[in-house]
């Protein structure tokens, strides 16, 4: 193993504790407004028949964004990582409405996907690596004896023009869970052109106006319970 994939696995540890920490720093905060994301699906919170989300769904998820904003000030993962070209972001609201309508009216599950498979990167993070091998079996052992101690699994999600590995952060259920990409140097360019079309085939001439109103329904509190 080079410097840079022990360098990488040094990263995911900590990810994996940071995730382990905040996510249980913020259900004991919000445990009553928690839900199993792995039980409850899109469908689960859509008013029937109106094509809204849930008042209380949008409020959880703000108070989720309102939380990594304040983790991400102390993080110093951009200065500690910087060799490997690490940046990250927090999932706009406008994107998390847009992709729960993507899986909601976009694809044929009409809403019958886990909450956790559709909003599994409100934190993205994601690290550039010269010369990155997405089927090292030395990095897929590691990443195999770390999830004896924490809920994680790496994913070689390379397809097409796009070339990448994730690793996710799933806690328990009532997590949920972050992202991490791992990028080859010479895919960057073409990887990035993959996520803007990826992300221009979940636009939908009606998702304004349903959230439009969804956000009618946040601002009264008739968005109904989950």
């Known amino acids: 193993m080079s410097q840079a994939y022990d360098k990488i696995c040094k990263l995911i540890s900590a990810i994996c504790y940071e995730h382990d920490k905040f996510s249980q720093a913020y259900l004991d ?28 769904f949008l409020q959880l998820i703000q108070d989720y964004l309102d939380q990594l904003g304040n983790l991400v ?35 044929n599950e009409e809403g019958k996907v886990p909450l956790n498979k559709c909003l599994n990167d409100l934190l993205g993070l994601r690290i550039i690596v010269n010369s990155f091998d997405h089927n090292c079996e030395d990095f897929k052992s590691i990443c195999e004896n770390l999830k004896k101690d924490y809920k ?7 397809k097409d023009k796009y070339k990448a590995t994730h690793v996710y952060f799933y806690g328990n259920n009532k ?35 349903m959230y439009a109103k969804s956000n009618e329904y946040e601002y009264s509190k008739k968005g109904g319970d989950l």
Not at 31 to 56: P, R
Request: net charge negative.
């Open 29 to 56: 905060t919000y445990e009553d407004s928690a839900l199993n994301l792995k039980k409850k699906e899109v469908k689960d919170i859509m008013i029937s028949d109106h094509e809204i989300i849930k008042y209380s």
């Open 73 to 107: 000030v102390d993080l110093e993962y951009e200065y500690e990582y910087e060799d490997l070209d690490f940046r990250l972001r927090i999932k706009q609201k406008d994107s998390i409405v847009n992709k729960i309508y993507h899986y909601k009216f976009g694809k």
């Open 152 to 158: 994680m699994t790496k994913i070689n999600s390379s």
């Open 175 to 209: 997590y949920f869970p972050w992202e991490l990409q791992i990028w080859d140097s010479s895919d960057s360019q073409q990887n990035e052109t993959s996520h803007k079309e990826h992300k221009s085939k979940r636009e939908y001439i009606n998702w304004p106006q």
